[in-house]
C-alpha cells in the first residue's frame, strides 16, 4: 500500500506515456534523468558536475507545424551545468538519438543555488567565528535561536552597486 504523498503525488502528475506527448510538453522525470546520464557519459564533465536546471529546448515553429502535419519532432534538452574546478556550461542534449548536440561554457556567470546549499549554508554561517561574534555583540548566545535564511540576489546591473 503506498503511504507516502509523495509517492502519491508523482504517480499523479506523472504524464501518462501511452498518451501521444505534445512537443511543448516538458520534461518527464525520465528525459531529465536520461539527459544528466546522456551528459555524464559523453565525457564532456567531470565527476564534479552538478546540474541545477533542466527544462525542454523548445522547438522552432516550423518544427511545431510539421508536428500539426503529423512528422516526428525531436525532444532536445537544454541543460545547465557546474563543475566545482572549472565552469558553468549550457548544452544541448537529443533525447530521441541520446546524443550531446552541442554546448558552451560561460564566460562569466555563477549557478544558482542548488537544493542542498539551502540546507548546508545556514549552517555554515553558524559555525563562522565572524558571524558568532555578531550576534555576542548584539546579545545572542545561542546561534539556534536564529533563523539563518538563504536568498538568492541576482546580479547587480550597474559597476555602482557592484560593492554589495
Do not use: C
Not at 20 to 44: N, Y
Not at 98 to 108: E, H, M, R, T
Amino acid at each position: 500500500m503506498i503511504t507516502s504523498p509523495i509517492v502519491v503525488a508523482a504517480l499523479f502528475l506523472a504524464p501518462n506515456v501511452q498518451a501521444e506527448r505534445h512537443p511543448l510538453d516538458p520534461l518527464s522525470a525520465e528525459e531529465i534523468v536520461s539527459t544528466v546520464e546522456i551528459l555524464k557519459a559523453s565525457g564532456k564533465l567531470d565527476s564534479s558536475a552538478l546540474f541545477p536546471y533542466i527544462p525542454l529546448e523548445e522547438p522552432s515553429k516550423d518544427q511545431l507545424k510539421a508536428h500539426a502535419q503529423g512528422k516526428a519532432v525531436p525532444r532536445v534538452a537544454w541543460a545547465s551545468s557546474w563543475e566545482k574546478k572549472s565552469k558553468l556550461s549550457e548544452w544541448t542534449v537529443d533525447l530521441d538519438r541520446k546524443a550531446v548536440l552541442g554546448g558552451k561554457p560561460i564566460a562569466s556567470g555563477q549557478a544558482p543555488i542548488l537544493p542542498h546549499e539551502y540546507v548546508e549554508l545556514p549552517e555554515l554561517v553558524r559555525k563562522d567565528p565572524r558571524w558568532i561574534k555578531a550576534m555576542e555583540a548584539r546579545g545572542i548566545k545561542d546561534p539556534a535561536a536564529v533563523m539563518a535564511d538563504i536568498w538568492a540576489i541576482g546580479p547587480f546591473p550597474t559597476p555602482e552597486k557592484s560593492h554589495r
